[in-house]
C-alpha cells in the first residue's frame, strides 16, 4: 500500500528542507528522502567545510605574514589533524542542526533511502511506496570524472575524498582551474603542500574577463603554486612517486608527478538513476531536468529545485529556488528566475566577487558601456589591512545610466560586491550609487568613487 502525502521532497540540499518547512507550516503533509547525509553537498561536502578550511588557510598565511604588521612569532605549523577535525565538526554540526530541525517539523517524515520514480505522481524508497499530488525534486550533483586516459588505473581525488584526508599531500596536482580547482589549490598550498593546478582552456576561471583571469593567476603564483593553462592531452599513469600526470602536447615539460590528483573539472546532476522516464520527466542531453522560468517540469505537479536544473549552481540559487517555488505556490506570487541578477564568489584570498554583467559580457550582449576601476592599492581600508592584491570596477550602460555589473577581486570582495547587488535590484542608476554616502574605512566605500569615476569605452 502506497503512503498519501500532499508533497513529497527527494533530496535535503539547499532547497528541499526550506520548502519541507514551508510547506509543513502550510498545513500539508511531507515526506522528505535523502539516500546520504542530510544537508546534501554544502553541508557536508562543499562550501561549509571548503570554507573552513579557507579559514585555517588564512590563518597559516596571516601568520606567516605576522613580521609584515609588527607582530613577530616562530615558525608556523600546520596540524592537519586539528584542521581536518574543525572542518568536520562544523559541518556535521551543520548536518546534525539541518537533521534535528526537520525531524521538529509537523507533518514531516524523513526517509533515508534512494528514491526513484515508478510512476508520475509515486516514488519508491526501498520497501516504501510514496504518492504525493505535488514532487519536488532537489538531487543536486557530484564531481565529474570524466573519460580520460588512465582514469581507473590512478587514485584521483574528488572535493569529496579529499575533504576526507586528514593529512597533508606532498604535492597535490589539481585537474581544473575553475572554483573548485583554485580554493582547493589555494588552501593546500598555504597548508604546505607542493600544488600543480592544471587547466586545459587557455586561462584560468574562463567565463570571467581575462583581466581578472591574469589577475587571480597572478596571486597564486605569488604564492608558488604552479599553473599550467592549455593542457591538452591529460593522462594518468602509475608513477614510483605517485601519479604521473601528462599535461601537454606542445610545450613545457610533458608530465608531472604528483602524489595526490584532484578532479575538479565539473559536476554533472545526480538524475540518471532517478526513474525519471517512467515519470515522463524530461531532461537536456547532460542529464540536468528540463524546467520552465518557475521550475516547473513538463509534468504537472513536478518541480526540480537546485542544481539538478541547471538553472544555476551555487547554494544562493538553490535556496533562491526554494523561495520561488514557495511564493508562488503557498503566497499566490508570480516569481521567475529570469528576475534574479547573477551574482557569485570565488572563495580564494583575496576572494572575487561578481554580480550582473562583466565588461567583456556587456559588450558581447552588445551594450555602449562606461566602465570605473580602481587596483586594491588605492583602497584605503585594503591597504591599512596591507591586502593591496586585485582591484574594483563597475559597469554601466552608457546610454541609460543603468548598472548592468560589478567585480571586486580584493580583502572582503565577497561582502562589498553587495552594494552593487542591492543598488541593480532596486533598479538604481550609477549617478544615485555615486551619490551614496558609505561608511569609512570601508572597502565598500570606493563603490561611490568609481561609479563618478566611470568613462565610456569607445
Ligand atoms: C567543493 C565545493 C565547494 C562549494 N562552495 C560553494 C560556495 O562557497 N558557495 C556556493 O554558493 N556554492 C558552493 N558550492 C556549490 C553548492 O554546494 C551547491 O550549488 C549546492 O549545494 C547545491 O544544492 P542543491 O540543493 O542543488 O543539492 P545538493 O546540496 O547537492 O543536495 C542534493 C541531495 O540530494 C540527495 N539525493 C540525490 N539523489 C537522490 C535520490 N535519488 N534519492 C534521495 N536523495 C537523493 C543527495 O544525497 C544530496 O544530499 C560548492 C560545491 C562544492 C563541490
Ligand atoms: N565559491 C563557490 O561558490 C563555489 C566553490 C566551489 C564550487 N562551486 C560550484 O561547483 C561547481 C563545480 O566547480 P568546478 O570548479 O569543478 O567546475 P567548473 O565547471 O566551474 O570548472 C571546471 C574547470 O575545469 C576545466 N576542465 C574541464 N575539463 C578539463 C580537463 N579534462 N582537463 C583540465 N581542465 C578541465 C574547465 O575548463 C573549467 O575551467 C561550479 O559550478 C560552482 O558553481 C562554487
Redesign the pocket.
Known sequence: MAANYDAII???????PSLAGRLSAAGMSVAI???????????????K???TLVASAYAAHLARRGADFGVITGPVHIDMARVHARSQKISEDGRAGNEAWLRSLPNVALFF????FEVPKTVR?GEEQLTAPRIFI??????LVPDMPGVGTVPLLT??SL?NLATLPEHLVIIGGS??GL??GQIYRRFGAAVTIIEKGPRLIGREDEEVSKAVREILEAEAIAIRTGAECIRFAAHPDGIAVGVDCRDGPPEIVGSHVLLAVG?VP?TH??GLDLAGVATDERGFITVDDRLATGVPGIWA????NGR????????N?FEIVAANLLDGADRKVSDRIPC??L?TDPPLGRVGLSAGQAEASGYRIKVGRRPMSRVGRAVEKDEQAGFMEIVADADSDAILGGTILGTSGDEAIHTILDMMANGATATRLRETMHIHPTVSELIPTIAGELRTVA
Open positions: 527527494i533530496g535535503t540540499g539547499q532547497a528541499g528522502v535523502e539516500r546520504h547525509l542530510v544537508g546534501g553537498t554544502c553541508v557536508n561536502t562543499g562550501c567545510p571548503t570554507k533511502g534512494h528514491a526513484r524508497v532537489n538531487v543536486g550533483g557530484r564531481a572535493n569529496s575533504l572554483y573548485i580554493e582547493f559536476r545526480n538513476d532517478l529545485l537546485g542544481d539538478c544555476g549552481a551555487f547554494t544562493h540559487t538553490s535556496y529556488d557569485y564568489a572563495y
